[in-house]
């Protein structure tokens, strides 16, 4: 058996996968956890989209699987995690996000 991440696409063999974290679930809607559609995400997806994107902007413009793979501000991620086998991966959360955070 194995899981393909629904962004980047990667194939996840689950022998390779040691850390149960290593894939995770995504809920499109983030604030209507109990109703949200959800999708199977790779850690680095998951915490890069969580990175790039607020909850806000997650819920009004990318609330769907196609949106966030055509997303302007994932494309170079996605091009680059593409081309590695890692699962963990160092995310900065950009400025933007942080300060709706606070
Ligand atoms: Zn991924
Ligand atoms: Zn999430």
């Known amino acids: ?5 629904a962004l980047c696409r990667r ?8 850390d149960p974290q290593a ?3 995504h809920h499109l809607r983030p604030e209507e956890r109990a109703t949200s559609p959800t999708v199977m995400l790779c850690r680095p997806c998951h915490d890069q989209l969580h990175a790039v994107f607020t909850n806000a902007e997650l ?12 997303a302007d501000r994932l494309q170079e991620y996605i091009n680059w995690i593409r081309g590695t086998d890692k699962l963990r991966v160092q995310t900065t959360t950009s400025r933007r996000v942080r300060d709706t955070r606070r």
């Not at 058996?1 to 991440?5: D, E, K, L, N, P």
């Not at 819920?59 to 055509?70: G, N, S, V």
């Open 1 to 5: 058996m194995s899981t393909t991440c």
């Open 11 to 18: 194939v996840i063999p689950d022998e390779t996968i040691a």
């Open 23 to 25: 894939i995770q679930e």
């Open 59 to 70: 819920r009004a413009d990318y609330d769907t699987i196609e949106a966030l793979r055509t």
